[in-house]
């Protein structure tokens, strides 16, 4: 038998394999559920947003017409009774049927007054009840235009009825 030495009998060094990416551990699956969940309720956030922001942002768009129409012809009586009717409609939109279906006169004008912040529908009372009534009127609306426009910006969420 020979002696040799010791060290020269050593092997090199086996280095495991390197660590690959995929699977991934648990706590990565956790952090994609919470990421997809975070996403999902952003998305329906907007979608929800947008829903609501709709019926108002139609309501015064129509309005800006109702609004042209007035300043190219100056139906008082005509255009009055289209921001009144547009009220109602959007009011029918955000707040429950049997709360303003059967409002008129001074209860809707109440009504108006209660729903909004800063804004007093009692200046405006004889744009909005009795211009739509009687011909030949020449008042300006302007200051109804801009009530409406106010109060339709106010409204924040529509109700299901």
Known sequence: MTKT????????IHLPAP?????????WYFVLA???FFISFISYRA?????????KKQA??????YQEHYERDHNVPLTSAHIS??????ALVYFPRTQVASLHGEAWLQFLNQTSKGIDFNSVRTL???????KGNTQDLGPLFSKAKLW??????????
């Not at 909005?128 to 009687?134: Q, S």
């Open 85 to 90: 009717e547009l009220l109602r409609r959007v």
């Open 60 to 65: 015064l768009i129509l309005l800006d017409r």
């Open 47 to 55: 979608y929800k947003h947008y829903g609501y922001a709709l019926a």
């Open 5 to 12: 030495e010791p060290l020269a009998q050593l092997k090199d």
């Open 128 to 134: 909005l009840l009795d211009a739509p009534f009687k």
């Open 19 to 27: 660590v690959g990416w995929w699977p991934p551990a648990p706590g």
């Open 34 to 36: 919470l990421i997809v």
């Open 152 to 161: 339709i910006k106010q409204r924040k969420r529509p109700c299901s009825n």
